[in-house]
């Protein structure tokens, strides 16, 4: 199913079946981006929207280039 709605942080965490804290995580290490930034925000810094379709891509995309080649028996 896709869903190109963008959500909130805590929307798309939810979806994830991930909390908030761990999207934000990926996000500062480069392992996922946001679609965009407000302006806003209670520090000045802004609330990030998420496309689902495109999270789940790019969670993939890093599982891909980080898993390990099997071994052959």
Known sequence: MSDSRNLSTGEAALALDVTRNTLLRWMHQGI???VSQTAGGPLGTG?????LDQLRQQLAEHAAEHSRPEDPA
């Open 32 to 34: 996922v981006t946001p």
């Open 47 to 51: 609330h990030f929207r998420w496309n």
